[in-house]
């Protein structure tokens, strides 16, 4: 079997060929100014398109017939996790942003392209709006505002699914926390193979990252309002891209603040005991969540590679349960598992409706 994966993000394009049993990976860079020239994410399509064609080209696979193209999933309506097969509606739901605008919309599009022209099918896998919350978490305190699912799902569920095949258990037989810690953090407790709470790392919850200021007080963001200190735009940006250690530090480079403090700069330290506080904090919630029932605790994403985050975390949390380390995102190897569980008949492709669904827990 063969199996192209794309993967848009904000600067870059992962590229994935499977083949052989084997997996070639790849990344297209995208520099900030070309980047910048689209006012809208879908506007980079063509863009986006003729660098993949550009990489397969000089990769000598432009012939090469593929099996199914898959693409990492974008912002549609709130979903169940799996694999849903590429159509109309998903297309649709993909280019208006109808639960917002990210890079990651533009991979089921693209998937797409290609594979009508192969006239093969095209999925995305486990998109970043799975819910599958359970009815408690969804109260916000506030009878008009609900809490969304929304979050890194693709790679906390692969590595979910790794560390049960370690475990030598099936994903949906444990309890596990999942804690993937990158330029967003998000924590989610995985109940039997659904993620049935987890804090919204894009709009302002749960702990702060390198670049994102997660839950702030409430009537502090209204007194800077207040003052005028920020537009409501503004602050939007604030705090999906501008806040968190970058805030503190104008940094969110986690090796840059580590070297500061080591260099003897005492509020770089400080600010990063304090991000790992609130992840630890966060890990205990989702502990309680589960009602202590927890088989696993897995950090995962790029600060995982840090050795002191690893060691300062897990000794605040290795009460709880065992500590696994998956570092780095595992998003192409995702793809490709899920598209291939669909391809074996291992796993039944879903479809989607175009409807917030209402499975809830």
Not at 55 to 64: H, R
Not at 305 to 313: A, M, T, Y
Not at 317 to 328: C, E, H, M, N, T
Request: net charge negative; aromatic share 6%; proline share 4%.
């Amino acid at each position: 079997m063969k199996v192209l994966a794309i993967d848009p993000g904000s600067s870059s394009t992962k590229i994935g060929v499977y083949r052989d049993g084997c997996t070639d990976k790849g990344l297209i860079e995208h520099p900030r100014q070309e980047i910048e020239r689209f006012p809208a994410v879908m506007e980079q399509f063509d863009y986006r398109m003729n660098g993949i064609a550009d990489y397969l080209g000089q990769a000598g696979l432009s012939e090469l017939r593929f099996d199914a193209v898959v693409g990492r999933g974008g912002l549609v309506q709130p979903v169940p996790g799996g694999v849903y097969l590429v159509n109309d509606l998903l297309l649709r739901d993909l280019r208006s942003g109808v639960s917002g605008e990210h890079a990651a919309n533009l991979g089921g599009v693209l998937a797409q392209n290609f594979a009508s022209r192969q006239g093969i099918p095209a999925y995305v896998v486990d998109p970043p709006v799975i819910d599958e919350m359970w009815d408690p978490a969804r109260f916000s305190g506030l009878a008009q505002m609900e809490r969304r699912s929304m979050f890194h799902a693709l790679n906390q569920k692969a590595v979910a699914r790794d560390v049960a095949l370690e475990m030598g258990r099936e994903y949906h037989e444990l309890n596990l926390i999942v804690a993937h810690l990158g330029g967003g953090i998000t924590v989610g407790a995985h109940r039997l193979g659904r993620v049935v709470d987890v804090n919204n790392g894009l709009n302002g919850d749960g702990p702060f990252s390198p670049e994102r200021t997660g839950g702030l007080p409430v009537i502090g963001v209204l007194e800077l309002l207040e003052k005028g200190s920020y537009s409501i735009a503004e602050l939007k940006a604030v705090i999906a891209r501008k806040g968190g250690m970058y805030s503190y530090l104008g940094t969110v480079d986690l090796r840059e603040a580590e070297q500061r403090a080591l260099q003897g700069d005492a509020r770089a330290g400080l600010v990063v005991e304090a991000m790992l506080y609130q992840v630890a904090k966060e890990i205990g919630a989702m502990a309680a969540a589960l009602s202590g029932y927890v088989d696993g605790i897995v950090l995962t994403g790029g600060l995982a590679f840090s050795g002191s985050v690893v060691e300062k975390l897990s000794r605040k949390v290795s009460f709880i349960a065992p500590v696994f380390l998956r570092p780095g995102e595992h998003e192409i190897e995702a793809l490709i598992a899920g598209a291939l569980r669909v391809m074996t008949g291992a796993e039944e492709a879903r479809i989607y409706t175009g409807e917030a669904h209402e499975d809830r827990g």
